[in-house]
């Protein structure tokens, strides 16, 4: 197994970013993690100067992977800020900033799959959903950003770590025609991910940019739940084509929902429609319908917000029996009912892609 002081005495071979002080004698080293044989590393720079510091990124990576018994590293560019500096302001009518919105090379539509909270079955609707667009005849790629708790390795029944290629670029993992990456891959299923913002955000942005993903139609990104760090990480750096909304119809999640809704409009992402996942229940024995959340809340807020509706999906225990497994509904049954929801769902996303067409990307600007 991987020992710290083995990790940190090879690093202190690799210059920090001064070019001589050892990595390890410099204030920039911020986080080593050692969960078994994985090693999440962080390094805090100026973000001005991460491209000059790729190499050294790469270096201290390649070091650690020379460590006895390490079976993967991941070492990312943060930029904490510095201890007594002010805290970055989050936009607001005063708040004037812009950046610019940046592809990913090769993929033409990216599309973020979110929720205003967890367990409304999002992970879920994201995998069904990049599987029914595999089927329609797009190259699909899907990424889990969600570090915290990242639900691909187990949705795909992927247990493998992504390969190296020679350009230093991670080899996505591939599963029922889906290229596939998580953190997942790289930390144990029951190990806790205690990162701090910075890093986890790094981290999403080093699985976007330096995984080989080849040519694809669209990329769907597992988004995790909230409106934190994450999503304004994503929704400020990486063109995103746009976003779907995942909610459970009772008025909890709904506002929650709404919250999402309204962080993606306030950064200039379209909002390609909502999703009432868990809908209503039909018992397997006597076919009654329940409406176990209510119903048609979703529905309801899309008309009042005008945007689109996308479909309902049931609350169906095909639907969990097929995740768990590792197999979703769409891959396990494409012909049956709950294939062909999603199948629906699929078609109508794609055709708002397809409308919308790749228009320049666009600017942000918080006013």
């Not at 990913?104 to 979110?114: K, L, T, Y």
């Not at 990329?219 to 909610?247: E, K």
Request: aromatic fraction near 4%; charge should be neutral.
């Amino acid at each position: 197994m991987a020992i710290k002081d083995d990790v940190l005495a090879r690093l202190s071979a690799v210059p920090g970013p001064d070019g001589t002080t050892p990595l390890t004698a410099s204030a920039a080293l911020s986080e080593v993690v050692v969960t078994g044989d994985k090693v999440a590393i962080a390094i805090a720079v100026d973000p001005a100067r991460a491209r000059d510091l790729e190499p050294m990124r790469q270096a201290a990576e390649a070091a650690v992977r020379a460590v006895p018994g390490v079976g993967s590293a991941l070492v990312t560019l943060t930029s904490d800020r510095e201890p007594g500096a002010a805290a970055p302001r989050m936009p607001g009518p005063r708040a004037q900033a812009a950046q610019t919105r940046l592809p990913v090379e090769g993929v033409r539509h990216i599309v973020a799959v979110a929720s205003g909270k967890g367990g409304v079955g999002k992970s879920t609707t994201a995998i069904n959903l990049a599987l029914g667009l595999a089927a329609s005849g797009w190259r699909v790629g899907i990424l889990d950003a969600d570090v915290y708790g990242p639900s691909l390795p187990r949705l795909l029944n992927l247990t493998q770590r992504p390969g190296l290629l020679p350009d230093k670029r991670m080899a996505p993992l591939e599963a029922h025609g889906l290229k596939a990456m998580s953190i997942g891959f790289l930390v144990e299923e029951d190990a806790a991910v205690v990162w701090r913002g910075p890093m986890v955000m790094s981290a999403i942005r080093q699985m976007l940019r330096d995984v080989a993903w080849g040519e694809l139609d669209v990329l769907v990104v597992d988004m995790p739940p909230g409106t934190g760090d994450a999503q304004l990480t994503l929704a400020q750096s990486v063109a995103l084509s746009g976003a779907v909304v995942v909610s459970t119809p009772q008025d909890l999640a709904l506002i929650d929902a709404r919250r999402g809704i309204s962080m993606f409009e306030r950064v200039g992402v379209p909002i390609l429609g909502i999703v009432e996942n868990m809908s209503y229940f039909v018992c397997p024995s006597c076919g009654t319908r329940c409406d176990v959340f209510g119903h048609g809340g979703a529905r309801a807020d899309a008309e009042r917000l005008g945007v689109r509706f996308l479909g309902e999906i049931p609350l169906a225990m095909a639907i969990r029996e097929t995740s768990d497994a590792g197999t979703p509904i769409v891959a396990a049954d494409p012909a049956g009912q709950h294939g062909l929801a999603y199948a629906a769902l699929a078609a109508r996303v794609r055709a708002a892609l397809e409308a919308a067409g790749t228009a320049p990307t666009p600017r942000i600007v918080f006013e």
